[in-house]
């Protein structure tokens, strides 16, 4: 293998070798039972991508955000229902997503079992907007998405 070139072991139980369990955010928004691993980081040297891993137990969910930059997502674990937009997606595994920049997008797990996916963004990205009173206000307009959203 060349010198920056590494292996990222797949372990049982959605874990990856080597790779922390953290967080999923450190502060600021409304998030519940959620942890991620960065499998590739921001800063990989010849890399202009990152690769996460974000796991949501049963009951809990991401924030209710967007961005500018768009989102890939591969769906590897569990059952869930993803607003995008305004449209509300269920997913299962191998299921794949593309996040529009500027879409408000949350993840909730459905059943028993953690919700798993894995997102690949730009490292160079922006911060998560969350919504205003009047963007909720909005959205909330959409009885159904009304009905999911958490916050």
């Known amino acids: 293998m060349a010198e ?3 292996s990222f072991k797949f ?5 990856w070798q080597n790779i922390p369990v953290r967080k999923y955010k ?10 991620r691993q960065t499998i590739l980081p921001d800063d990989f040297p010849g890399a ?3 690769l996460r891993y974000f796991e949501i137990k049963a009951g809990g969910h991401s924030s209710l955000e967007r961005h500018k930059h768009p989102h890939l997502i591969l769906v590897v674990r569990g059952k869930g229902k993803v607003l995008i937009g305004s449209e509300i997606i269920s997913v299962k595994p191998m299921d794949c997503l593309l996040i529009a920049s500027q879409d408000w997008h949350q993840f909730q797990p459905v059943g028993k079992e ?3 996916f894995l ?3 730009h490292s160079k990205r922006d911060k ?3 919504p205003s009173p009047k963007d909720l206000k909005l959205l909330q307009k959409n009885k159904k998405i009304a009905k999911v959203i958490k916050l």
């Open 4 to 6: 920056l070139s590494q």
């Open 11 to 15: 372990k049982k139980n959605f874990r």
């Open 26 to 35: 450190t502060s600021g928004t409304h998030f519940k039972n959620i942890v």
């Open 48 to 50: 202009d991508f990152s």
């Open 114 to 116: 953690p919700l798993g």
């Open 119 to 121: 997102c690949l963004v």
């Open 128 to 130: 998560p907007q969350l």
